[in-house]
Every structure is written in structure tokens, then in C-alpha cells.
């Protein structure tokens, strides 16, 4: 049952981990009117994303099949289970401790450092996803879930990236989007 609540927050939480990407974009983009409306529902899915994450770890801590201690929490690579696929997870949530914190302080910590900060999602997103391949079940659906995911991300990040306008910009997009393929090749094989 533990591993079942395990697994089913943290497929959510990918879920929503993406659609919290996708949504952080949109509104750096959108006008005006749209932009408050996007910006609320990227905060919201942003924090369920969390408390599932909470969730996840929480049942796993508890769950006697998996041993993990709340120090591999925090600290990555210590945990015999899966130690490379594990420790990857634990990256990934302390950089979404990190940008979440940094969120609610905000104001006070202005917006020039907030941003740089915050740009740490785009890094916790791909840790995450292969955190999830490495450390997860063998299952077909979770691998093309993650593909779809990936292929959300990638093709935001892409937009992203052509909207700045420079040469260097365009070539990141298009090799960011060549090495989603390559993944989703490797992970579909
Ligand atoms: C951003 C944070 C995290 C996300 C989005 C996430 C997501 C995922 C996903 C998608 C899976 C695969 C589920 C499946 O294949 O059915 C998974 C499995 C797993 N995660 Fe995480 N995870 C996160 C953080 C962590 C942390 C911090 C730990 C522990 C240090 C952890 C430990 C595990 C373990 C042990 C499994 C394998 C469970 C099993 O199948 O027995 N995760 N995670």
C-alpha cells in the first residue's frame, strides 16, 4: 500500500512538476491579461507539486521495502537503494527546497537574485525525470509518461530559448531538443 502511494504522488508530482514548467514560461511571456491568471495557476500547481513530493518521501522513509533515512532526504548519494538513481532525487527536491523558499522570501530578496535562483527549475526538471527512470519501476506507461513529459518541457524550453532572438540561443534550442529525442529514443528502446 506504501509503495502504491509512493509511486502514484510521484508520477502526479512529475506531472505537475511539468505543468509547473510549461505554466512558468507561458507567463513570462503571455500579455498582460492573461499573464496574473497564468502566474496563479503556475503557483498553485507549484505547491500541490511540493506537498505530493512530501508525500512521496514520506511514504518511502516509512515503507520497509525501500531503506532509506531521513538524512538521505537532504543529503544525496547515501542510500544503498539505487545509490546514483536515489541521490539524483534528493538533488532534485533540494532545488525545489531551494527555488520554493527563495519564492515565499521574494520581496526581500529582490527580484535580480530571485530570478537567478528560480532558473535552478530548469535544472531540477531533467534531474528529477531520470531520478524517476533510474529509481523507479520497469513499467512501459511510466517511461512514455515521462517521454510525454519531456517532450512538453523540451518544446517550452525550445520556445523559450527562440523567443531571446540570439544565434546562440536558437542553436541551445535545437540541441536541446535533439538531446530530448536522443532520451526519449534511449528510454523507448
Ligand atoms: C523532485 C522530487 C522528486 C520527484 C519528482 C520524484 C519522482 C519520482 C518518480 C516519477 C518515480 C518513479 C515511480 C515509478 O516508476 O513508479 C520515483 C521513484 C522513487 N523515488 Fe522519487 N522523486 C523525487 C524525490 C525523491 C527523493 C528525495 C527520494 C529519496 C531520497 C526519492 C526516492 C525514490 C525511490 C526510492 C523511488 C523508487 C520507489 C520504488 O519503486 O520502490 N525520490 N520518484
Redesign the pocket.
Known amino acids: 500500500m506504501l ?1 502504491w502511494i ?2 502514484a504522488t ?2 502526479v ?2 506531472v505537475l ?1 511539468t505543468l509547473t514548467l510549461a505554466l512558468g514560461i507561458a507567463a513570462g511571456a503571455g500579455r498582460p491579461q492573461t499573464r496574473v491568471l497564468v502566474q496563479a495557476v503556475h503557483r498553485n500547481a507549484s505547491m500541490l ?1 511540493v506537498v505530493l ?1 512530501g508525500m ?2 514520506a511514504t ?1 522513509v516509512v ?1 520497509p ?2 531503506d ?1 533515512g531521513l538524512v ?2 537532504l543529503v544525496p548519494f547515501g ?1 544503498e ?2 545509490r546514483v538513481a ?1 541521490g539524483l ?2 538533488i ?2 533540494d ?2 527546497i531551494t527555488v520554493a523558499v527563495t519564492s515565499a522570501l521574494r520581496t526581500r530578496l529582490g527580484g535580480r537574485t530571485w530570478r537567478a535562483v528560480h532558473a535552478l527549475a530548469y535544472a ?1 526538471w531533467p534531474i ?2 531520470l ?3 533510474g ?3 520497469d ?1 512501459v506507461a ?1 517511461r512514455w509518461l ?1 517521454v510525454a513529459c519531456a517532450a512538453v518541457v523540451g518544446m517550452g524550453v525550445a520556445w523559450r530559448l527562440t523567443r531571446a532572438r540570439s544565434r546562440t540561443a536558437s542553436v541551445l534550442a535545437v540541441a536541446g531538443l535533439a538531446v530530448t529525442g536522443a532520451l526519449a529514443g534511449v528510454v523507448l528502446a
Open positions: 509503495w509512493a509511486r510521484s508520477l508530482a512529475l512538476l507539486a513530493i512521496h518521501v518511502l515503507d521495502h525501500v532509506l538521505d532526504l542510500s537503494f539505487h536515489t532525487g534528493t532534485a527536491l532545488l525545489v531540477m528529477a525525470a531520478h524517476g527512470l529509481a523507479g519501476t513499467v511510466v515521462t
